[in-house]
């Protein structure tokens, strides 16, 4: 036995899944639609003028990313970032391990309060259009993150939570 390192191997049952499908993506669309009318009826401009504000939308999503990387490394977490997750409603976001539910709610709250308040501030420095449609945009790209906070409220303290492709998955130890 000398030389072999112990592993200990822990087994997991599902709490609870939440996952972002198709309808959520859809729904994502809608309001971003349906914000863009309520910038253009409050800008008193028409849609097709403000269409290309949508041009500010990658940014955030970059902001997610690089928000949550931040906070893993200031916190020496190891975050993982795969190419299946930047299609993910987490954009790229992710660990490699259940976390415990601490972590991940520490984790997700840094990164939607982070990137509302980059947005609040970007909004000083961008015209109107372009600064409705950012703030419009970080509440609709956060809904997936916020959803599944407010879920994570529900789960047992002791919980921990796995990132998936699509969504996020609360586990329980077995040991």
Not at 15 to 44: E, T
Request: overall charge positive.
């Amino acid at each position: 036995m000398k030389g072999q390192a112990q592993h200990t191997i822990y087994s997991y049952k599902l709490l609870y899944r939440f996952r972002w499908g198709l309808i959520g993506y859809l729904l994502q669309l809608l309001l971003i639609g349906l914000s863009l009318i309520g910038s253009s009826m409050l800008l008193q401009v028409p849609v097709a003028s403000l269409v290309v504000t949508l041009a500010i939308l990658p940014v955030i999503p970059i902001c997610h990313l690089i928000i949550f990387r931040l906070y893993a490394q200031l916190r020496s977490q190891k975050p993982q970032t795969t190419a299946d997750m930047l299609v993910s409603p987490w954009w790229g976001a992710g660990y490699v391990l259940p976390v415990p539910l601490s972590v991940y709610r520490a984790s997700e709250s840094t990164v939607l309060v982070g990137t509302a308040l980059l947005a609040a501030g970007a909004f000083v420095w961008l015209s109107a259009g372009y600064g409705l449609t950012l703030l419009g945009g970080v509440a609709v790209v956060s809904l997936p993150r916020l959803i599944a906070l407010i879920a994570s409220l529900r789960q047992p303290g002791w919980s921990r939570v796995k990132y998936e492709n699509r969504g996020v998955a609360f586990l329980k130890t077995d040991g």
